[in-house]
C-alpha cells in the first residue's frame, strides 16, 4: 500500500454534519410555491381486464388539476433491459397484480388528490390469478402476458465443460435444494419525486433515486421529452439497496402531470406503496449438484434457477444470469451448468438487491460445500482452501480475478475464531458456521447497449481559494460515495478534503450510469482520478513556467507546493498573491507555496482550471451467450464466522458473534467498508431469519409495513468484528475495489451452516423462525 | 376547523392554527418547515419521525399536533448550540454512525432521550433505547459506539 495522506484514514463523511443537524434535504422535504400534490389509483385486484375507465368525477372535483390514465401517458413500453420493455406507465388492457398502475392525478393538496382516486370508476372483469411460480409454469395455467406464453420471462441455460459426465467421473456428488423468500429492501426512506416543467420544455425530476442517468432516458422515452429537456437531480437519498434502480411510475407521473398543469407536482409513497412497487429481491428456488473427488478436489457444478418474477421484468434479465454466472467462483470448479427460469406471477415485480440475484444461489452452495465436507469427512474450511481462487485465476465461466484476497479473508477469520476447537465440539445447541462469496465490482456492460462511458467527472478549481469542485452524475446513496471521490480528488491534487467539494447526483454534471452493481468506486473513482491528474498536470505546468522549474520537480501534498523537495523560490507568486488580496485576513504564510496560491496562478495564466475523467471498462468476458452478466473489471470478496445458540425447545435462534473479512482492494474510507459490512450483515441476518413478504390468497400483501415486515432491529444484532482485507486490484483506482454488495453473500449460509453444527438439521427454506426450525427438528426426531 | 396551539419548539415559542387531524409530524414539516425530522411510515413502525415530547422521545407521527398544545417539542434542528455540534452529533459524525441519514434525526433523539435519563447506559439499555428506530444502512453497531462515546463525552463535560 501506498503512503497516502488522505486515503485509506477514516475521514469522517463529507455529509455527516449534515445529517447530523437535520439540514441534509431528501426528495420529500422539498416543495415549491404553487405545488400539486400527486397519486397514483392502483389496483385493487391481481389480475383482470379493464373494461372501462371514467375519470368524469374525479376531473370535476374542486382543486383537482389534472387526471391521468393511459390515454394521456400513451402505450410506450419500458422497462430496464431493452430486451424485456413489458412495462406501460397505466395499464390499459389489463392490471396484472394489485398495486398495477391505472391513473395518477395532481390536486392543490393531497386530500383532495386521494379524494379524486377514489371517485375514478374502473370496470374490471377478473381473471384467473396465479402467484405460486411453480404453478404459473404449469401447464393451463392463467397466461399474464400474452406475447410469454406458460408465463416464461427468460430463461438461462449455460454450460463450461461436459457437465454430465464430470459428475460422473466424480467420487461424490451431493445435491441440496434452497427456497428464499421474497424480501422488501426496506429502505427508510420512501420514494418521493417533485417534478419542475418549465415553459422552455424542460423537465427536471428532483427524485429519491439510485441512477439520475436511467431515470434521465427512461423518461425521457416514456414521456416523449426530447432527453436533452430532462434534467434528474438526485438530493440526498435514505438508502436504495437496489430497488431504486430503476425509474418508477412514481416519476413518470410527477413528470407527465407537471407537463400538463405546468405546476410543480409532488408525489411520495406511502410505506405500502414502497412495497407494492417492490422491485426488491426475488424468491429463488436453487437446486444443485456438486461433484468432488474424495481428497476434496470440487470438479463441477450443476446449478438450477426459478426464480418468482412477479408480474414485469424490472431488473430480472440480469437477475437470472446472476443467479448462474456469480457461482463460477471463489472456488476452482473444472465444469459448471446452469439452467434458469424467471418466471411471471400475478405479484408485484422484483428486481436488483444487494448481492444481485448471487444471494440465494450462494446460501445454497455454500451449505453443499459444508455438506460435501462433511460426506468425505473433510473440515469445511480445508476443503473451502483446498480450491480455493487466487489473484489471476479465472472462473470456469470467464470471470477474471485480477486480485482475490479470498484465502487471506478465510485464514484471517479463523485466525481469530478458535474454530478447530469448537467446530463441531460445541455442546448441543451451540454452533459455528462458516461461508464465503464475491461480488462484481461494477458490472462490466451498462443496461443498455452501448459505447457511452460508465463515469465521467468534471472537476473545476474555484478561480480562488484553491478549492476543487467535483462535478459528478454518481448517486450518493448512504454508501458514502461522495466521500469516495472528495477522498480520491483529494489524494491525487495534494490537498486536504476539507478543499474538495462534491456535487453529485445531477444529470447535468456527468454522465453516471448510477449507484448499483457496487460500481462507484471503481468507476467513478477512476474518472475522479483521473480528472484531478489532470489539473494537477495542467498546475504543474503553468508553475514550471512562471518560475523556470521542470516540471518533474514538483509535488503537491496536504496543500503545499514543493519543488525539489523544497520550497524553491516562489517569492514573486505570494507578492502577487498578497497584493490581489489586500486586506483579507488569511494571506498565505509558511515557507512552502500553498495550493491555493498555485491554483491562483494558473487561472490568471489560463482562466478557469478545469480537468476531465472518463472511464469505461475494457471487454470483458467470454463469448458465449449472457457472458457479459458478472463481468467486471475487479471481484471483492468476503468470508464470514457466525456463532449461533439455538433452544432446542422452542427453535429460537439466538446470534452470538459474527466475524467478517472482506477484500475490498485498498480500503478508500476504513470506516465506510466496516460500515458497509455490517450493514450488509444485518440485511442478510434479517432475510435468513425473519424478512418475509406475504401474500394472502388474492395477491394482496399482507404485511406491508415495517411493524408487520421486520428487519433488525438494535437488538436483533450482535455485536459484529469487521476485518477489513486490503488486496491491491490493478483495475481499480488506487487498488480499490467493491465492498457494498460482496459482504452479504456469506452472512445467510454461514447462519445456516452454525445452525447445521448446533442442532444437525439443514435447513433449505427462509427465513428460520423459530417455528421452521423448531419443525425441521421435530421431523428429524420422528424420522430418527 | 382549524384549532389554536401554542408551543415551544426548539426553545422558540410557537402559536399556530392546526387541523384537528394534522399529525405532529406534518405540523413540523408542512407548516414549519422542519424538514430535519423525517417521515418513513406514518405508522409508528420506523421510528423516523422521532421528537422529543416534554422530555420523552416519540413517534411524531402517533401525535396530533393538537396534541402537543402547551407542550415543549426538540426537533434535531434545535439540538446543536451556539453552532456547536451536540456530544451525540459529533459521535455520531465521528464513528462512522451515519450512512444514508434518513434514521439519523430520530436516532439522534432517542439517544437523547435515553442519556437525559441514564448518563451512563449499558450497551443493552442503548440497543433497547434505541430498539424503536429502524437502520437499514449500519447494522446499528456504529450508532451504538457513538452512543456510547457521546455519553464518556457528556459525563467528562458534566464532571469539570
Known amino acids: ?784 | 376547523m382549524k384549532k389554536t396551539i401554542q408551543l415551544t419548539i426548539n426553545g422558540q415559542q410557537v402559536q399556530a392554527a392546526v387541523a384537528p387531524n394534522q399529525t405532529l409530524v406534518q405540523f413540523l414539516r408542512d407548516d414549519l418547515g422542519l424538514t430535519g425530522t423525517k417521515h418513513g411510515c406514518g405508522l409508528g413502525d420506523c421510528g423516523a419521525c422521532t421528537v422529543i415530547l416534554d422530555g420523552r422521545a416519540v413517534n411524531s407521527c402517533l401525535v396530533l399536533a393538537i396534541q402537543a398544545d402547551g407542550c415543549d417539542v426538540l426537533t434535531i434542528e434545535g439540538l446543536a448550540e451556539d453552532g456547536n455540534l451536540h456530544p451525540l452529533q459529533q459521535a455520531f459524525v465521528d464513528k462512522g454512525a451515519i450512512q444514508c441519514g434518513f434514521c439519523s434525526p430520530g436516532m439522534i433523539l432517542s439517544a437523547k432521550a435515553l442519556l437525559d435519563e441514564k448518563p451512563n447506559p449499558t450497551e443493552l439499555e442503548i440497543r433497547t433505547a434505541i430498539s424503536g428506530n429502524l437502520c437499514r444502512c449500519t447494522g446499528y453497531q456504529k450508532i451504538v459506539e457513538a452512543i456510547n462515546e457521546a455519553a464518556e463525552v457528556i459525563r467528562d463535560r458534566e464532571e469539570s
Open chain 1, 1 to 784: 500500500m501506498g503512503d497516502y495522506r488522505v486515503l485509506n484514514t477514516r475521514a469522517p463523511r463529507v455529509d455527516a454534519v449534515a445529517k447530523a443537524t437535520g439540514q441534509a434535504k431528501y426528495a420529500d422535504d422539498f416543495s415549491m410555491p404553487g405545488m400539486l400534490h400527486a397519486a397514483i389509483l392502483q389496483s385493487p385486484v391481481a389480475h383482470a381486464r379493464i373494461l372501462h375507465i371514467d375519470t368524469s368525477k374525479a376531473k370535476k372535483l374542486a382543486g383537482v388539476k389534472a387526471v391521468v390514465t393511459s390515454r394521456e401517458a400513451g402505450l410506450i413500453k419500458y422497462g430496464v433491459s431493452p430486451a424485456r420493455y413489458d412495462e406501460t406507465l397505466f395499464a390499459h388492457d389489463k392490471v396484472r397484480y394489485v398495486g398495477d398502475e391505472i391513473a395518477a392525478v395532481a390536486a392543490f393538496d393531497q386530500a383532495t388528490a386521494q379524494e379524486a382516486l377514489s371517485l375514478i370508476k374502473v370496470d374490471y372483469e377478473e381473471l384467473p390469478a396465479v402467484f405460486d411460480m411453480f404453478e404459473a409454469m404449469k401447464e393451463g395455467a392463467p397466461q399474464i402476458h400474452a406475447e410469454f406464453p406458460g408465463n416464461m420471462n427468460a430463461e438461462v441455460h449455460q454450460e463450461f465443460g461436459d457437465t454430465e459426465a464430470a459428475l460422473a467421473s466424480c467420487d461424490y456428488v451431493v445435491n441440496h435444494t434452497f427456497l428464499n423468500k421474497r424480501q422488501d429492501a426496506a429502505f427508510i426512506e420512501p420514494h418521493s419525486c417533485l417534478a419542475v416543467f418549465d415553459p422552455s420544455g424542460r423537465l427536471t425530476l428532483y427524485t429519491s433515486t439510485q441512477v439520475p442517468h436511467y431515470v434521465m432516458r427512461t423518461v425521457a422515452m416514456t414521456l416523449q421529452i426530447p432527453v436533452g429537456n430532462v434534467r434528474v437531480v438526485k438530493p440526498y437519498v435514505g438508502g436504495g439497496f437496489g430497488p431504486k434502480c430503476e425509474a418508477t411510475p412514481l416519476e413518470m407521473s410527477c413528470g407527465l402531470l407537471a407537463k400538463i398543469t405546468g405546476k410543480p407536482v409532488k408525489m411520495t409513497y406511502t410505506r405500502e406503496q414502497v412495497f407494492l412497487h417492490s422491485r426488491a429481491r426475488h424468491q429463488f428456488f436453487a437446486e444443485m449438484s456438486l461433484g468432488v473427488m474424495k481428497d476434496g478436489t470440487m470438479v463441477a457444478l450443476k446449478n438450477k434457477a426459478v426464480l418468482d418474477g412477479g408480474a414485469y421484468t424490472s431488473f430480472g434479465i440480469a437477475t437470472v444470469y446472476y443467479s448462474g454466472s456469480l457461482l463460477g467462483g471463489p472456488y476452482k470448479l473444472r465444469s459448471m451448468k446452469y439452467d434458469g427460469y424467471r418466471v411471471y406471477t400475478n405479484k408485484p415485480a422484483c428486481g436488483a438487491q444487494r448481492g444481485h440475484g448471487g444471494v440465494a444461489h450462494r446460501a445454497c452452495f455454500e451449505q453443499l460445500i459444508d455438506m460435501t465436507a462433511e460426506k468425505i469427512g473433510m473440515d469445511p474450511i480445508e476443503m473451502r482452501l483446498k480450491n480455493i481462487m487466487t489473484t489471476g485465476d479465472m472462473t470456469v465461466n470467464e470471470l477474471d480475478m485480477s486480485s482475490l484476497g479470498m484465502k487471506e479473508c478465510i485464514e484471517t477469520i479463523k485466525a481469530g475464531s478458535d474454530w478447530d476447537n469448537k467446530k463441531g465440539k460445541l455442546p448441543r445447541g451451540k454452533g459455528i458456521g462458516m461461508a464465503c462469496g464475491f461480488f462484481v465490482s461494477g458490472a462490466g456492460y451498462p443496461i443498455y447497449r452501448s459505447d457511452t462511458y460508465h463515469s465521467t467527472v468534471v472537476i473545476k478549481l474555484s478561480e480562488d481559494g484553491g478549492v476543487a469542485n467535483v462535478l459528478t452524475g454518481s448517486a450518493e446513496i448512504g454508501q458514502g460515495s461522495d466521500t469516495t471521490m472528495a477522498m480520491i480528488a483529494a489524494e491525487t491534487l495534494g490537498i486536504p478534503l476539507d478543499n474538495v467539494r462534491v456535487y453529485s447526483g445531477d444529470t447535468d454534471y456527468s454522465v453516471d450510469l448510477g449507484a448499483y452493481s457496487s460500481r462507484q468506486t471503481l468507476m467513478t473513482g477512476h474518472a475522479t482520478k483521473q480528472a484531478a491528474e489532470e489539473i494537477r498536470n495542467k498546475i504543474a505546468l503553468y508553475l514550471s513556467e512562471e518560475l523556470d522549474v521542470p516540471v518533474a520537480s514538483i509535488t503537491f501534498s496536504d496543500g503545499i507546493v514543493k519543488f525539489d523537495g523544497g520550497a524553491g523560490n516562489f517569492d514573486k507568486l505570494r507578492t502577487n498573491y498578497i497584493k490581489e488580496h489586500r486586506g483579507w485576513t488569511d494571506p498565505p504564510s509558511g515557507e512552502y507555496l500553498t495550493f491555493r496560491e498555485a491554483a491562483r496562478l494558473a487561472y490568471l495564466k489560463a482562466g478557469t482550471i478545469v480537468g476531465t475523467g472518463k472511464y469505461k471498462p475494457p471487454k470483458l468476458g467470454g463469448s458465449y451467450k449472457g457472458a457479459a452478466v458478472g463481468t467486471s473489471p475487479a471481484y471483492g470478496c468476503s468470508a464470514q464466522i457466525v456463532e449461533v445458540s439455538v433452544d432446542l425447545e422452542t427453535g429460537q435462534i439466538t446470534i452470538d458473534a459474527m466475524t467478517d473479512a472482506h477484500d475490498c482492494g485498498l480500503a478508500i474510507n476504513r470506516t465506510s467498508v466496516e460500515g458497509q459490512m455490517q450493514g450488509s450483515l444485518s440485511m442478510g441476518l434479517g432475510e435468513c431469519l425473519f424478512e418475509q413478504v406475504k401474500f394472502d390468497s388474492r395477491g394482496r400483501i399482507i404485511n406491508p409495513s415495517l411493524g408487520e415486515y421486520k428487519i433488525p432491529t438494535a437488538l436483533d444484532m450482535p455485536k459484529v468484528k469487521s476485518i477489513i482485507v486490503e488486496s491491491n486490484e490493478p483495475n481499480g483506482p488506487y487498488g480499490a475495489k467493491e465492498v457494498g454488495e460482496g459482504a452479504i453473500m456469506p452472512t445467510i449460509p454461514a447462519i445456516l451452516n452454525a445452525i447445521y453444527d448446533a442442532t444437525g438439521v439443514r435447513v433449505n427454506e427462509l427465513p428460520v423462525t423459530s417455528e421452521r426450525l423448531f419443525m425441521t427438528l421435530k421431523k428429524k426426531a420422528e424420522e430418527a
